[in-house]
């Protein structure tokens, strides 16, 4: 894939990422680079949906019928997702699951505020999630940093780094307000409309540039499969 | 507390002492003075755990204060150690074989203050932060506002109260006239 | 003997029966274990829902060939288990594919998925899913001993390795069950069903909270879907195995229902009522409880 010369990396590559020469248990010396050996960097792809509307429909029926959410607490509004699974609110009478892996997950919720380290990890778990992917903003910090608009180290505005289908605000929002935001984002899809996942392939060159700006010391492949 | 601190006075030069409760004293002392001290007052006087290790940005004075809270469990009281180096010559001696617990600190210090501890294991690795470019963010010449701006896209429209001010209109009478 | 074209179409209906029944009984389940802690649970429908979101799921990525066979594998033991038992006793259109010898094949059935998924789920790369299939593998082989056990001691009594003369043997009435005729096996078959169904407290290989998910960590989209299709079927035909061998068979669809249903429950119950062990507790569990049962059943034959 073509180079992104956005920003260059300005902090030195971490040793266990430089390319180096390792000799084989037979004898023979190779090259490994780790960032383009171990990873698959092809470019994320825009994906239309089924050919025949009616399959479409009903696919994304099932979709808004069957979240499931990530498993990924990034900042204290973690702490609001748990009470859903519990016998007061019991999400899991709307079809709202979570799944503990980013590949069978296809909703994020992004819980709070979100530093620089960890939008690094949100980026790749959300790049690892399939298409059709949905996130949810959770919380004021993601609207507009909330109350840490002047923090060194929150990013302030989600979506210029993801694609966000909803936002709940509240500092904190209660599980009610968030029940209410899966409610929205499932009529969102079932409208046909929660294509973030094609947003994000096809402004891919922008969401990089954004996520680059902040995040210094980019060790990963561009997109993490 | 006081027999322990008349005993310290007479082993180790002091400098002011600070008795905040009657179980909690801070005393200043030298740079070089509180490896000693540290070493007696956890091997002889009881006082075991580390409690916490931080650090004060005196800007005007051109001051790093460093505080080192120890605890003696057994007679539940506190003492807390200030020491003063020079900001522009930030670095201090490390305490990590006296407590392990204290590289940790000690990392997080180098991270947020730009304080260097030689020989402290694993200080100069990054902690909190990751890719951190620009000046230590505790330091109190980082402006954290203008980094923050100049960093981050903010999204437009958003409005600003002074806690003091804002409370005072909606609570006060004449606020509430205006 | 010969082969039969029409038994095809017959099995494939069995198996689209016993399709639907195993999602409408998994969901059923889970709800039920939901009410036991005063939840609602998933809607009835749950487990089409996710199955057909799965199937839509617009990417897929591939980690080699293994990685792909591995739900393949899975699903063709739990669809292989299911063809070659007789479901339905007495009756010719859902007697499936089973002949002389059909119970060691069930034997070798119920672990052939295990090891695909080991394979597949090795291939992936993630190191929880090698955490998990070492953890599933030694389970599920300390599981699988006494039901070694417990099966032999049936074929010996019975005198037959065929599935449907065990049944045949069995009817009569509740008093010609193996239950009542040879108890020690039965016991040491479900000490073994338990361990063999992923629920507490054997659930130790997906365990959610500290590997999470174990074997199928990288699966996804189709091949998931792929798996839960098998989560559906190979219950369900490992439930036929117990009927049919502990029982004494269904000679109607109502009463396989109701069976399979009973049968399911007491797992369910065990896993509402237990915590989970971890590995090294159950293989010792099995060792200690179950091997001994089967190994008696088997004397006093």
Redo the contacts between chains.
Sequence with gaps: MQQDDVVE???PVKDELKKRTVKGPDGFEFEVDPIHDYY?DARPEV?P?SYLKIVED??NW??S??LWIL?FGTGCGAIEMRPLM??RF?A??Y?I?W???P??A?LFVISGYLS??TL?RVIRSYEQM???KYVVGLGSCT???GMY?????T???LD?YLPVDVYVTGCMPRPEALLAGFEELKRIIRAGKGEG?NLYAKNFDWYKA?QK??????DMPDYN? | MRTLLENLKERFPLGPITEQRPDLVFVTVERSGLRPLLAHLRDREGFTHLVLLTAVDWIEENLFQLTYLVHDRRRGRDIGLRVLVPRDAAEMETIHDLWPTAATYQRELREMFGIGFPGSPRVDEEFILEGWVDLPPYRRDFDTKAFAEEAFAHRPGRETHDPATHMRERLTAQGRAK | MTFEWIKIPQSLLTLFIVLNYGLLLTALVQKIAARAGRRHGIPIWQNYVDLLKNYGLRTNITHGVMYYLGPVFRLSGGVGLLLFVPTIYGSEMFSNLSFAGDLILALYFIFFGTLGMALGAGESGHPHAAIGVSRGLSQVTAAELPLALAVFSVALQYHTLSVTDIVAAQQGGVAHWTLVTNPLAVVAGMFSFLGSMMRSPFDVVLAPQEIPIGPPTEYHSSYLALMQTNRAIFPVAKMVIYMNLFFGGASSWAEFCLKIFLIYMVSALVGVVFPRFRVEQSIRWFLTWAVPVGVAAILLV
Aim: aromatic share 12%; charged share 30%.
């Design positions: 990396p300005r902090v698959c994906r949906g009903l696919f099932a979709r019928e069957s498993g519990t016998p019991d899991y009478r079809g699951q799944r503990p892996t590949r069978q296809n620089v380290k690094k399939q298409n059709p609207v507009n940093g608009w002047d923090s060194y180290n990013i302030k505005k210029e996942a954004n700006r902040v995040i210094h010391d980019w499969w």
